[in-house]
């Protein structure tokens, strides 16, 4: 809910502000011979498949019921895959996600969307930091001390005592395949400009809504079990 009250005061206050021009048009005229709308417009599409990679393989690792769980954990600590190299990986990800649509924002919207979603994340992340120690003690320490919160780290971190899974590919990269969604629906805009929005639009509504249906199906089903 907060993230999404972010991209609409983002939106909303951008284009109230500053009336109907969006980043890729006003700062796109700056650079690239004036070809810079372009060069954001794929720089977004871009982006978003960042965002869906790291979504995505952090999905796999944990479990989507795990995504949507209230308390965001699982009975053990998982060191596997991107969280070797990186502590929030789906945090990560919204960053990179919320350019993306920025870019389809107005310059004070661009603002909110994508240091909303950063601080946002940064919060989010201190505050399961500090459950998390609570939880695992020690091994969270040594894991905290191995991984870099928000920045990759480049070789692979090991943990000693933390548990190892097999990714469930399949599941993580369907649940997470909105970012996908973006990703085509910008690539009209980038391709046609504001002849594009509808396209973008008939791809990215239904795209959306069906990520928090079973956003909301998969947390009920984890409530449930536990």
């Given at each position: 809910?907060?993230?999404?009250?972010?991209?609409?005061?983002?939106?909303?206050?951008?284009?109230a502000?500053?009336?109907?021009?969006?980043?890729?048009?006003?700062?796109?005229?700056?650079?690239?011979?004036?070809?810079?709308?372009?060069?954001?417009?794929?720089?977004?599409?871009?982006?978003?498949?960042?965002?869906?990679?790291?979504?995505?393989?952090?999905?796999?690792?944990?479990?989507?019921?795990?995504?949507?769980?209230?308390?965001?954990?699982?009975?053990?600590?998982?060191?596997?895959?991107?969280?070797?190299?990186?502590?929030?990986?789906?945090?990560?990800?919204?960053?990179?996600?919320?350019?993306?649509?920025?870019?389809?924002?107005?310059?004070?919207?661009?603002?909110?969307?994508?240091?909303?979603?950063?601080?946002?994340?940064?919060?989010?992340?201190?505050?399961?930091?500090?459950q998390?120690?609570?939880?695992?003690?020690?091994?969270?320490r040594?894991?905290?001390?191995?991984?870099?919160?928000?920045?990759?780290?480049?070789?692979?971190?090991?943990v000693?005592?933390?548990?190892?899974?097999?990714?469930?590919?399949?599941?993580?990269?369907?649940?997470?395949?909105?970012?996908?969604?973006?990703?085509?629906?910008?690539?009209?805009?980038?391709?046609?400009?504001?002849?594009?929005?509808?396209?973008?639009?008939?791809?990215?509504?239904?795209?959306?809504?069906?990520?928090?249906?079973?956003?909301?199906?998969?947390?009920?089903?984890?409530?449930?079990?536990?």
């Open positions: 809910m907060v993230i999404g009250a972010i991209y609409g005061l983002g939106f909303f206050v951008g284009y502000a500053d009336g109907s021009q969006p980043v890729y048009l006003v700062w796109g005229d700056r650079f690239a011979a004036g070809h810079g709308g372009s060069v954001l417009l794929w720089s977004a599409v871009a982006s978003a498949l960042v965002a869906w990679f790291w979504r995505a393989s952090g999905t796999a690792y944990i479990g989507r019921g795990v995504v949507f769980a209230k308390d965001v954990q699982r009975n053990q600590l998982i060191v596997a895959g991107p969280f070797r190299h990186v502590r929030n990986p789906l945090y990560l990800g919204n960053v990179f996600l919320a350019y993306s649509a920025a870019v389809l924002a107005p310059p004070v919207g661009f603002l909110i969307i994508v240091l909303g979603n950063a601080g946002f994340g940064a919060v989010l992340g201190a505050e399961e930091s500090h998390m120690a609570g939880r695992y003690g020690r091994l969270y040594a894991f905290r001390a191995a991984v870099p919160a928000f920045v990759p780290r480049l070789t692979p971190a090991a000693t005592g933390s548990m190892s899974v097999e990714p469930a590919w399949k599941p993580a990269l369907l649940g997470e395949s909105f970012c996908l969604a973006l990703a085509l629906a910008i690539v009209p805009v980038a391709l046609y400009g504001r002849a594009g929005m509808p396209a973008f639009w008939l791809i990215w509504v239904p795209a959306l809504g069906l990520f928090i249906g079973l956003g909301w199906w998969a947390g009920s089903r984890n409530t449930q079990a536990g």
